[in-house]
């Protein structure tokens, strides 16, 4: 099998309402990607997450740097392909970001036309480990930008519905606030559920220290990305004083950075993002790293979950997956969550195959 064209894309989903965390305000998520025909007729989509900013530039990467190198070469040496992406022309300008987030999209294009050609599920084709289904968490009743008396009612609904964990968003400028909406939201989930709550990086080591303290009593799950990534020593610190979990890795880009969270112990639950860390080929190894530390994988979904359900279904360390339903509607098979758990996908591929019309309706190139 030979690739015989690549085309780019960029598509912005609606988010009704606009969201915000403690960086960031998301009134579309973008989906910067890619489709990967192959002579054999198997076309592979693949594409990475945004907030709708920079997308440009990411599919800018991949139509002048890496579609000329892909062009004739045999999708199933996807590793080989990953190697010479990684380490060309790009290399100088960029060993993450953007170059890694354009790389993701390739290399997950070319792990769907592999799973499709295998006329498997790409969690079978990985090799399957949860037939069952995935437990989900709900990020999607907990932003910053809801006002307390709709957090505690979309928390509640949450619970609900099934599902058996809920995440919110902290990082007021005030963190007294915080502190009592995550004491209301407790009280209203009840004991029972497990419950997380994520910085978005907007603490520094002082605040996480004095406030990760106060709401350890709430008996938290996991406390996200605390500080700022680069900060391994802080993570660090807070991992020995805190009897909460840290949990981070959607601003982590590669193996080596997380090979060095692991190894000084600043990392307790691992959400690496195969939208971040280049793709498919490079989520398996940090999977693997991850594993011989016997550390729990909980993937970010910058991929809103369609391709993370394979991968976590096919991963033996990988206990739990986050749900976010912005844009699921746009996919052949979208991410589906009944009774708390992702409904296993049934299709040949990796999930990402984009019904023709909202191509129409949401490309913005
Ligand atoms: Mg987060």
Request: hydrophobic fraction near 40%; aromatic fraction near 10%.
């Amino acid at each position: 099998m030979k690739i015989s064209k690549v085309e780019t894309f960029v598509l912005h989903v609606p988010i009704d309402p606009p969201i915000t965390d403690a960086i960031n305000v998301a009134t579309h998520w973008g989906l910067a990607g890619v489709r990967i025909y192959t002579d054999e007729g198997y076309v592979g989509y693949g594409y990475t997450g945004t907030c709708a900013h920079g997308d440009d530039m990411i599919v800018d990467t991949i139509e002048r740097y890496y579609a000329p190198e892909l062009i004739g070469k045999d999708p199933f040496m996807v590793k080989e392909i990953w190697d010479t992406l990684r380490y060309g022309k790009m290399h100088w300008v960029g060993r993450a970001g953007i170059a890694h987030m354009a790389l993701a999209a390739v290399d997950i294009a070319l792990w769907d036309i592999m799973a499709k050609a295998s006329n498997k599920p790409l969690w079978q084709y990985l090799g399957g480990h949860k037939s069952t289904g995935i437990k989900a968490y709900n990020t999607n009743g907990g932003w910053l930008n809801w006002s307390l008396e709709r957090l505690l009612k979309d928390v509640t609904d949450i619970v609900e519905q099934g599902f058996t964990g809920v995440k919110i968003k902290v990082g007021k400028a005030d963190p007294h606030e915080d502190y009592e909406r995550v004491k209301a939201v407790r009280q209203a989930i009840g004991d029972k559920t497990i419950f997380m709550i994520d910085v978005n990086q907007q603490w520094n080591i002082n605040t996480a220290m004095t406030w990760g303290k106060k709401l350890e009593q709430f008996d938290l799950f996991w406390l996200e990305e605390p500080l700022n990534p680069d900060d391994i020593m802080g993570h660090r610190k807070l991992a020995d004083a805190l009897n909460v979990p840290i949990a981070l890795g959607e601003h982590v880009y590669s193996k080596y950075a997380f090979r060095d969270y692991i190894h000084q112990g600043a990392i307790e639950y691992c959400q690496v993002d195969v939208t971040r860390v280049a793709g498919i080929t490079e989520w398996l190894q940090v999977a693997g790293l991850a594993a011989s530390y016997d550390i729990p994988i909980c993937p970010h979904v910058g991929d809103m979950g369609q391709i993370h359900q394979h991968l976590v279904a096919a991963t033996s360390g990988a206990i739990m997956l986050e749900y976010i339903p912005w844009i699921r509607t746009i996919f052949v098979e979208p991410a589906t969550v009944k009774n708390g758990h992702y409904v296993l996908p049934e299709l040949p591929g990796a999930s990402t195959e984009i019904i023709p019309r909202y191509f129409d309706q949401y490309r913005i190139r």
